[in-house]
């Protein structure tokens, strides 16, 4: 979350915006669309398509949640509706074409810290080096594996949480993102060594 709001006021807020209220969405849109956004760039691996699926969500997320029965399973709720979208587009995609990883426009998974400005000018061309492998490793992932590891990396969650988005048990998910760093890791220290 972007916004430091209790549980409480989320589940008021919540309720409100299911009820119709575009005010109390759009504070919603604010809590959520930046961790969404990261996920769905982390799945795809580019900013303007992750930036138009991420609209695309909250515009069904909008239109859905006077469906959502318990507030307090909204984000496991939003973040399913998210993978969702990312399966549904990355089928239409994959019917038309090959996705490349070699698009310029990849974005970043956050593995680097921001002090990178901090960096000596032979760095900075390493790092960046680093990121373009780092993202075309995790691309590179089976979208199964992909999903439970950005979710764990990148959002933190747990296991149990994960699992509840990704509509698969607890044992599933830890050997799914077991298998998948393992993954990225052979990646990396292919390029490392």
Do not use: C
């Not at 589940?11 to 849109?29: C, H, N, P, Q, T």
């Not at 769905?40 to 398509?49: D, F, N």
């Not at 990849?106 to 002090?115: A, N, R, S």
């Not at 992932?141 to 992909?146: C, F, H, I, S, W």
């Amino acid at each position: 979350m972007t916004l430091e709001i209790s549980k409480e006021q989320l589940e008021k807020l919540i309720e409100a915006a299911a009820g119709g209220s575009v005010e109390d969405f759009r504070e919603l849109y604010e809590i959520y669309s930046a961790s969404v956004y990261k996920f769905v760039l982390g799945m795809v691996g580019i900013e303007a398509e992750a930036e138009d699926i991420t609209q695309e969500i909250f515009i069904k997320v909008f239109y859905k949640l006077k469906k959502l029965k318990d507030p307090g399973y909204f984000r496991f709720w939003l973040y399913r509706i998210a993978r969702n979208e990312v399966y549904q587009r990355h089928r239409q995609i994959q019917r038309r074409s090959e996705v490349s990883i070699d698009n310029e426009e990849i974005g970043y998974y956050e593995f680097i810290p921001d002090d990178k400005n901090e960096l000596d000018p032979e760095k900075q061309v390493i790092s960046r080096e680093l990121d373009s492998v780092i993202q075309k490793a995790v691309l590179s992932l089976k979208p199964k594996y992909r999903d439970v590891f950005i979710l764990a990396v990148q959002e933190k969650m747990s296991y149990e949480e994960i699992a509840k988005i990704v509509g698969r048990s607890v044992v599933s998910v830890k050997t799914d993102i077991y298998r998948a760093r393992q993954a990225v890791k052979e990646k990396l220290d292919r390029y490392l060594y």
